[in-house]
């Protein structure tokens, strides 16, 4: 396909691709080997998605729940899921026990996440046996991994399909499968799909949404297992994030997020790989929309033009979540990350030329393989340069199959967990230090619903991302509202409701 028709939105359609390749029977299990892999085959856009008449209610009378791990990448795709199943007649239930499917959408990236999924496994052991007719679904990353899947097929016969991030599209026929098959149905697709279009979804809210822009990563990070559980990057086209954040917009939705891997990778993959992040931002700011965001971004692709539009302010947040994952020049080096410490500071600080009022949190690893205690400190000195004003922070975790879980490592779990308490420790004070200035500060709270603590309290967040509880009449949800902080807490705000925020004041 060349660009032209690209453009002109003539794309493949979905039955001219052969799928024989992946699949031959309903035993299709997972290579990291094949994972690893990143041809320079051309990525497909498929337009056409449609749920094939023969799979039309199947799902009527029946009920399906699933249940999601790790990031919002998975979140999203629990909301394609949950459109098929409604799309093929199921209805949702939040009781496990009352269901006749249950999925877990799993994660992959550190092994708790992965216990938590097998003990969850384990409680549905006499649920099955209760309810033979249940089918219970893997999903995700996990499912990606060969090592995953031959511990369910050896150990969790309860199971009755795993299937892959890359073949999502295909639940109807692998539902079908499980209900005529003796057999777990096992399909996981180790070379990504195509880009599918127009896939149903149930989305979670009507306030927030997530727009995926960009799918897979290319950066191989040393530690990470997410380039072999999700594929190469491919970028959706403009027009279709477009499109979709207009129909959010109309909708109503007041903040959206777009998610991808690495986002600022978006577009590299295009054949002239000169529309970027930064164009797709400076289009997607002119849209109605209060709030926009986008989550993750790499320092290592994070462009000068981007940092551009981003300055421009209006709907694009200032609020930046920039992992780091390490202060240490040499631990970056050994995991891959392309930056030094110098750099990163450099990048902070045109960041903060550019948009001087800028929020900036990230991600954290401690403990990577013989990690020093000098280095540690770097990591510790750099979150204070930075100023950041909150972190997700992590113990490594060696993940099979990627080149760090193959290094020797001198560092004992008992350090590993110190070095953590002592970044928690800093990393707490900030945060705590970072909601003081607020205190008698008026802020735009996107109110989300009742505080989860107090049912008499309204919680939201400002464009920064900060939590705000506070009094006001249950109208207000779903609005963008000014508040006037009166407390400053360790991890939240107290405020008391002055009024809605008039639209335009929103938009300026
Ligand atoms: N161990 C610990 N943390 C990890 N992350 C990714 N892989 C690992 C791993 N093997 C963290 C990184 C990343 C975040 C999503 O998860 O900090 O930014
Ligand atoms: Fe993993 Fe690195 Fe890709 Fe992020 S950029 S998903 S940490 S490999």
Not at 454 to 476: D, I, Q
């Amino acid at each position: 396909m060349n660009e032209e028709q690209r453009l002109a939105g003539q794309v493949p359609l979905a039955k001219e691709k052969d799928y024989s390749q992946y699949f031959q029977s309903v035993y299709t299990p997972p290579s990291l080997k094949e994972a690893k892999k990143r041809g320079k085959e051309e990525i497909f856009y498929h337009v056409d998605f449609a749920i094939d008449e023969q799979y039309r209610g199947m799902g009527v009378g029946r009920k399906f729940y699933i249940r999601t791990f790790g990031c919002q990448m998975n979140e999203h795709d629990t909301e394609v899921i949950a459109g098929i199943l409604v799309g093929l007649g199921y209805e949702s239930t939040n009781d496990v026990k009352d269901a006749d499917v249950v999925l877990l959408n799993t994660c992959a990236i550190r092994e708790n996440a992965e216990n938590k999924v097998f003990g969850e496994l384990g409680h549905y052991k006499s649920l099955k046996i209760d309810r033979p007719d249940m089918l219970i679904g893997v999903c995700g990353c996990m499912s990606q991994e060969e090592s995953v899947v031959n511990k369910i097929l050896k150990t969790y016969d309860q199971v009755d399909m795993v299937f892959g991030t890359h073949n999502i599209h295909r639940l109807p026929s692998i539902l079908n499968e499980a209900y005529l098959s003796k057999e777990m149905v096992v399909e996981v697709w180790s070379k990504e799909g195509d880009i599918i279009e127009n896939l149903p979804r149930v989305r979670k809210g009507s306030i927030k949404g997530w727009v995926n822009i960009m799918y897979g990563c290319d950066k191989f990070c040393t530690y990470c297992i997410v380039p072999y559980t999700r594929g190469k990057e491919r970028s959706r086209r403009p027009e279709d994030i477009i499109q979709e954040v207009r129909q959010l917009a109309a909708a109503g939705y007041q903040e959206i997020t777009l998610l991808g891997q690495n986002v600022n990778a978006y577009g590299k993959d295009f054949e002239d790989g000169e529309y970027r992040l930064g164009d797709l931002m400076d289009e997607l700011r002119k849209i109605d929309i209060p709030r926009i965001r986008f989550t993750t971004s790499h320092p290592r692709d994070f462009d000068d033009q981007l940092i551009e539009v981003l300055a421009k302010g209006g709907n694009l947040v200032d609020h930046i979540h920039l992992p780091v994952q390490s202060g240490s020049t040499e631990i970056l080096k050994i995991m891959s990350r392309k930056y030094s410490r110098e750099s990163f500071l450099e990048l902070v600080s045109k960041i903060k030329r550019a948009i001087p009022n800028v929020t900036l949190t990230t991600d954290i690893i401690v403990g990577f393989p013989n990690e020093t205690e000098e280095q540690f400190e770097e990591t510790i000195s750099l979150y204070k340069e930075v100023g950041f004003d909150m972190a997700f922070t992590y113990i490594y975790s060696p993940r099979e199959g990627t080149p760090a879980a193959r290094m020797q490592d001198n560092v004992s779990m008992e350090v590993k967990k110190d070095r953590l308490q002592r970044l928690n420790t800093v990393v707490n004070g900030l945060s705590a230090e970072a909601l003081k200035p607020y205190k008698g500060k008026v802020v735009n709270v996107l109110v989300e619903g009742e505080s989860k603590r107090n049912k008499e309290v309204l919680s939201g967040y400002t464009e920064k991302s900060k939590l705000v509880n506070f009094r006001a009449p249950a109208c207000v949800i779903g609005k963008i509202v000014q508040v006037r902080i009166t407390d400053a807490k360790s991890w939240s705000l107290d405020g008391e409701y002055i009024g809605i925020l008039e639209e335009e004041k929103v938009m300026s």
